[in-house]
């Protein structure tokens, strides 16, 4: 499985970005696609999953402000970013959770910066 992740960028506190991850390759066997972040000198954290039965789960940083979806024909998660501030800055990683004949395999894009200003 390749995930491309895209959709990063700066923009100012209070603004919005849509981050878009496109899965490829055995994607038929993908449970959960999810977004990850990981900030200057911290641990990569969890955003946002939601699995291909569409049960989702929020960090509680995330909640009220992000929205995570998912559109199984294109293999692609998206993750909708409001009210951003400051704190959100990070490279957020999109992840996916695959398992084929009992093996659970874990995927990792390339990440994609978000820098919000004050």
């Known amino acids: 499985v390749q995930l491309q992740a895209s959709g990063g960028g700066l923009v100012r506190a209070g603004g919005f970005l849509k981050l878009s991850c496109a899965a490829s390759?055995?994607?038929?066997?993908?449970?959960?696609l999810g977004w990850y972040r990981q900030a200057p000198g911290k641990q990569r954290e969890l955003v946002a999953t939601?699995?291909?039965?569409?049960?989702?789960k929020y960090a509680d940083s995330a909640k009220g402000r992000f929205t995570i979806s998912r559109d199984n024909a294109k293999n692609t998660v998206y993750l909708q970013t409001n009210s951003l501030q400051p704190e959100d800055t990070a490279v957020y990683y999109c992840?996916?959770?695959?398992?084929?004949?009992?093996?659970?395999?874990?995927?990792w894009g390339q990440g994609t910066l978000v820098t919000v200003s004050s």
């Open positions: 939601v699995s291909s039965g569409g049960s989702i």
């Open positions: 390759g055995s994607t038929s066997s993908i449970n959960a």
């Open positions: 992840n996916a959770d695959r398992l084929w004949v009992g093996v659970r395999y874990v995927y």
